[in-house]
């Protein structure tokens, strides 16, 4: 196939923009070029130097009169006019040789029933029938070499027409495909900036809880200051006593614990001694005169007389009793001693709960220096030199650092999503919907995975482990210049959005890997492709809907466009 898309390009507006009676024209003269040969003067001047005036008889009679070959435009006599031929002289052309660009693009088909193109003024009459771009065989009407071309161009034109039309429902479903992720990330933006609007309020509402907490913890804490038992023996001279008081009774528990243990050993020792002495007793032999023998058993048989109808000893649940831990329940409940929320001796020793409120301010310095005398004397506690917290001072505390908390935290998801709300997300945000996918595709030995706004990765298939080809960077956009494939899975030509993956896994020897995803139109992601086109540096072809062009936006060109 010897298909030109400069010519095709070309013929198609050719075809779009003049009808000329093909009758009247010479041969191979396409509609746009009609008006030079329309006239019937007996002349003809040449389309690229005016000044060149030969007889219209020369006109197609296979030598090439004009420097710009328009007396040839149905035979092959001035093929040899080409940007790319061999410089020779050729005066009169804009170049004085043959390396100039002839007046007329290639010898017009008008392919009636199909699309008219232009072909090459090379491929005329060469003996080869080129359907490709002259359906109805009239480039070879010279038949070369007994080459007669028919005229396909009805067959072509129908297969041409079914796949145009479905590429063109192809497209449709493609833009359909685009506009529901344009819906998905609209939608997504819109609950972005709602929860950016949430998150703004609460760290409002967070500012004010916090400034209230920490107004009730330093309340807490100075009246807190005022206790006069204090746990632990922390504190006043009180809590000293019931510290000291509360490690005796702890002691004397453990104490007692381990005489009971010790008991319970002697205990298992003497049941042994008496089994073994009853036993002598009943097995020993009366008849055999040993006095020593004899002396045994009646000590034993005194002893076992005189334990008979001893004292019970305590008993053991009386003593387990007294070794249960001190509590509400059982033992002393210490904290009844100790400080407490709201009990009786925060308001007996708290002197400012006596104050109204009027008089409070005028009377609170007076109270605070008997405060500062009364801790000094270790009449007060002192609770801040202690290193201890009531349980009030550490309900306040625990309060103001979860507001805390929860501010820093909120703060920080407040960063992140206006971030991700700026973030470039191509045209229409459309990636937005797309971010977190993944496709993949196998080539070789190994499966290469695309996730969108997120990374690239070579998968091995041995087992090998996987490899980062690089993390998401950018979006650019640059131009492809590719031949269009029949199934569509290609490039095409004109500009297309590439994504930046770099600073992947660093290769052996050699740079950390990176990865250009190249994009075009697709009605689903699909992984075209993958190549290495240089050492760690990766090139996917990728399509997908998101870069297609909505068929509905005006002034828009798609690649599939002639």
Known sequence: ?????????????????????????????????????ESKAPTFKCIGNPSIVIKSSQINDNSCDCPDGSDEPGTAACAYIDPLSPEQPLPGSATGTTNTTSALPGFWCANEGHIGSYVPFMYVNDGVCDYDLCCDGSEEF????GV?????????????RRIEEERQKSKERSAESRRALLRDSAELRRKLESRISELRQEINNLEVKKVDLQRRFEEVERSERGKVVKDEGQGGKLGV?????????????DTLDK???????????????????SKFKEEYNPNFNDEGVKAAVKSWEDYSASN?????????????????????????????????????????????????SFVRDFVHEKLNQARVWMIENGILA???KTGQESLLVKAAREALDAARNDFSSKTSQLEEQEKDLEKDYGPDDIFRALKGRCISSD??????????????????????????????VRIDREYADEEERVDGKSLGKGERIVLRYDNGQGCWNGPNRRTDVWLACAEKDELWKVSESEKCVYRMEVGTPAACEDLHEPGVRTKDEL
């Open 1 to 37: 196939m010897r298909q030109t898309d400069a010519l095709v390009l070309l013929s198609t507006l050719a075809h779009s923009s003049v009808v000329a009676s093909s009758q009247s024209l010479p041969r191979g003269v396409g509609p746009e070029f009609a008006k030079f040969y």
């Open 142 to 145: 010279a038949h070369i070499g």
């Open 148 to 160: 007669k071309c028919e005229n396909r161009c009805k067959a072509i034109g129908k297969e041409y």
């Open 241 to 253: 006593l019931l510290s000291q008081a509360k490690a005796r009774v702890k002691e004397l528990r």
């Open 259 to 277: 005489v009971l243990d010790q008991r319970d050993d002697l205990q298992d020792r003497v049941d042994k001694l008496e089994d073994i002495l």
């Open 308 to 356: 008979t109808g001893a004292k019970d000893d305590i008993a053991d649940a009386d003593i387990m009793k007294v070794l249960e831990e001190d509590g509400p329940s059982s033992g002393v409940n210490w904290a009844e001693f100790a400080e407490g929320d709201g009990s009786d001796a925060d308001i007996v020793y708290n002197l400012e709960a006596y104050l109204p």
């Open 382 to 384: 002192d609770n801040p």
């Open 443 to 472: 080539v070789g030995e190994y499966e290469y995975e695309l996730c969108w706004i997120d990374r690239t990765m070579q998968k091995s298939k041995k087992g090998h482990g996987n490899t980062n080809m690089g993390n998401f």
